[in-house]
């Protein structure tokens, strides 16, 4: 079983930066795929960016450029470095990991494991 336990949620402005960090236990998540999503009130959970336990990294349209994902296998831990943040990004994330091969990493469904949720509110 792996628990998975999402940081570094909270109230920024418009244009400014965050950094989300998820702490996984129970398991090493080395051989893992972690990804992060995220879900607003009245929304689908949305991808958000995913890294490969190759270290290869894949990122949703609307963040590409401005968000970058990376992952510290030393401490079990995924880190989401958000850059120019939108108004319309106000949102739940959450970090999710699956250690199977060849799924489809952009859909929420394909992970077994996800955390609790780091709230992530930005004003204009």
């Known amino acids: 079983q792996v628990k998975l336990v999402e940081s570094g949620g909270r109230l920024v402005q418009a244009g400014g930066s965050l950094r989300l960090s998820c702490a996984a236990s129970g398991r090493t998540v080395s051989p893992y795929t972690l990804g992060w999503f995220r879900q607003s009130p009245g929304k689908e959970r949305e991808f958000v960016a995913a890294i490969l336990w190759t270290g290869g990294t894949y990122y949703g349209d609307s963040v590409r450029g401005r968000f970058t994902i990376s992952r510290d296998n030393a401490k079990n831990t995924v880190y989401l470095q958000m850059n120019n943040l939108e108004p319309g990004e106000t949102a739940v994330y959450y970090c999710?990991?699956?250690?199977?091969?060849?799924?489809?990493?952009?859909?929420?469904?394909?992970?077994?494991?996800w955390g609790q949720g780091t709230q992530v509110t930005v004003s204009s």
């Open positions: 999710a990991a699956n250690d199977g091969r060849g799924f489809t990493y952009w859909t929420p469904g394909e992970y077994p494991y």
